[in-house]
């Protein structure tokens, strides 16, 4: 599943190709995943241009100058494509028709990406937001007794943050992943605000300088714990991978916890 880093590189080289972009049209092959109907989404981008690509949390942004915006959100198994005049990907969910004869889809075997039109601004602030620092994560984990890792993956609290990069980011910290988030000490806030955002902000470095032109798939082979390949973090400590259901858990026993 990409992640907030990945979103972020496939964000900068989407508008590297499409600002700009007058769209000609919108072709859905499952309506079910859009919050609107197909005519009203093509009635409020037909002919427009992009004039902008980012990303917020784990959902892409498309805005066009008459001030409308599409999102996508890939979920596990989405690929996006720029695709030729010949080329037909299977399992698509939606493609844009541009005037100069560029074509760009959203894919999905699990049929699961969606999109939307105009989507309703969430509350909770992405990763890499200023607010995201102890403060915050005082305000915030003073009432959860759940275990920290589902709180930092809850998208309704702080957007972005997934699976792989939470166990990178609670390794840093020194914080055991199943630490009941009410219980950790101010001192252990502050080290989770840096590594929250040192960590999201290296990944993003480090996918740019070996992935410049990636729009799809996510990179994964610089983390240093959330790793198949890897037994032992940078320290020598041996990985521990416990798994919850579909969720892998990756830690060592130099995390402390907090209960």
Known sequence: MPEL???????RNLEQHL????LKEIVVKNSKKLNVSVKELNL???NQKIINVSRS????YFEFENNAILSLHMMLKGELHLLKKEESPKHVIMEMHFQDGMRFCLSDFQGMAKAALNPVEDQAPDALANEIDEHFFKKIFASKKAAVKNVL???HIIRGIGNAYADEILWEAGISPFSAASKIPD????????????VLKNAVEQISRTHPAIISGEVRDFLKIHSSKKTHSPSGVPIIIVKTGARKTYYTEEQEIFN
Do not use: N, T, W, Y
């Open 187 to 198: 001192a252990k806030l502050k080290d989770l605000a840096k590594a929250v955002r040192h």
């Open 57 to 60: 949390g784990k959902e892409l």
């Open 153 to 155: 993956l809850d998208q």
């Open 19 to 22: 600002k700009g972009k007058q």
């Open 5 to 11: 880093p990945d979103l972020e590189i496939f964000s």
């Open 44 to 46: 409020s981008l037909q």
